[in-house]
């Protein structure tokens, strides 16, 4: 186990406010500057086919202008193959896509689409790609993911956040067990959706994730407290979390 948690800042809700109105304001690689200065590790971009947020000129730019690594998270079509191949990022985490979801609704079932997957975790990691793949904590998703040769597993904790009671510590116990089988397997764990300040510290105290993705929650606290302060109040409970991380054995 790392001592140290990471922590990517997805920044898609910054362009939401921006094509609220149109025009530049305000500028997600603006926020993803901010970001780095208050001490995130990666930026996390979401390019959907409907560019409901996130355009290819930010990709453009966030490739050019930010000094941190780029998870560029992508459906797994041929127009987004094209562009990842493009820009070769430092990551590609392919997620689920639905044209009339507000947000990812679940985890990618990779177990069912192991066959139109294959090709695309190929290309990307041929071209120096990490390829993390979207998943619920469910171990056949696991052993899928392995077989297709992603590097990463990102966990989808929103029935975690989103639950109440026994049912959310049942949740809970699913990550933990997710997180201890992608170790064993040698997948590389990460985690996110639907994490905040209540929600963060029980899955950041899971020993065998490395890193963490949140955006919304962050992006929305920003408008009351700022992004630097938001994100820094983030660190330090992911950081007090991780003192007591404790890996399964």
């Not at 208050?38 to 966030?62: F, N, Q, Y």
């Not at 192991?114 to 619920?136: E, M, N, T, W």
């Not at 997710?178 to 590389?188: Q, T, V």
């Amino acid at each position: 186990m790392s001592a140290y948690l990471r922590l990517g800042l997805n920044i898609d809700h910054v362009a939401t406010i921006r094509n609220a109105r149109g025009g530049i304001h305000p500028d997600p690689v603006r926020a993803a500057m901010v970001a780095a200065k208050a001490g995130v590790d990666g930026i996390t971009a979401h390019l959907r086919e409907d560019r409901r947020h996130i355009s290819d000129a930010d990709i453009d730019r966030l490739a050019a202008e930010i000094d941190l690594p780029l998870n560029l998270e992508m459906a797994a079509t041929e127009e987004m193959l094209a562009i990842a191949l493009r820009h070769r990022p430092h990551a590609c985490c392919i997620v689920p896509e639905k044209r009339e979801e507000l947000t990812t609704e679940g985890g990618l079932d990779v177990a069912a689409q192991h066959r139109h997957l294959a090709p695309y975790v190929q290309k990307l990691s041929d071209a120096g790609c990490r390829v993390s793949l979207f998943i619920d904590p469910e171990k056949v998703q696991l052993h899928v993911a392995k077989a297709l040769g992603a590097a990463v597993v990102e966990l989808h904790t929103g029935r975690f956040c989103h639950a109440t009671g026994a049912t959310r510590e049942g949740e809970l116990q699913r990550l933990r067990e997710a997180a201890a089988f992608a170790r064993e397997l040698g997948l590389e764990c990460h985690a996110g959706h639907g994490l905040d300040y209540d929600t963060v510290q029980p899955v950041a105290a899971i020993g065998e994730i490395v890193e963490l993705n949140i955006g919304h929650f962050l992006i929305g606290e920003a408008i009351f407290i700022g992004l630097e302060t938001a994100i820094r109040r983030m660190r330090a409970l992911m950081d007090d979390a991780r003192g007591d991380a404790v890996v399964s054995v």
